[in-house]
């Protein structure tokens, strides 16, 4: 029987490379600032494996957050808790390379105009996506 990984390990994992990734770290050089194998922390980004405590508080000193970053938007906050400009998206999306270089690419343009024009595209792109099929 396989057991599933749990949604908040999943979540922190995560957040875990979310953060790895914006410094452009990579997974071996958190794994030798941890003394732990880059399987682990596939392992631990993945949540197929839990975070202890202690390593959850170095993990979060290493890449410089408070251990509170790693939880934010977990499954089962109470409503009361939640940032309400905190949207689930955008830890997904920036945890992808593509979302991330993405990011980064849209902040460097300085031309609000290009700015414009470019979220335009993004946003016909993704109604074309949407519109269905005419058969």
């Keep these: ?45 993945k949540g197929a494996n839990r975070i202890g405590a202690g390593r959850l508080q170095h993990i979060a000193h290493f890449l410089q ?6 939880f ?22 920036v945890a992808t390379s593509d979302g991330l270089a993405l990011l980064k690419a849209f902040t460097r343009l300085k031309d609000t105009a290009i700015q414009r024009r470019v979220l335009n595209l993004v946003e016909q792109l993704s109604q074309q996506q949407r519109a269905p099929v005419a058969p």
């Design 1 to 45: 029987m396989t057991k599933l990984p749990n949604s908040i390990d999943m979540h922190v994992g995560s957040r875990v490379r979310m953060r790895r990734k914006t410094l452009k770290m990579t997974q071996t050089a958190l794994a030798d600032a941890l003394g732990l194998t880059f399987q682990q922390v596939q392992k631990y980004e």
């Design 65 to 70: 957050v408070p251990i509170e970053f790693l």
């Design 72 to 93: 934010d938007g977990a499954p089962g906050e109470s409503m009361k808790d939640i940032n309400p400009l905190t949207f689930d998206y955008v830890p997904d999306f």
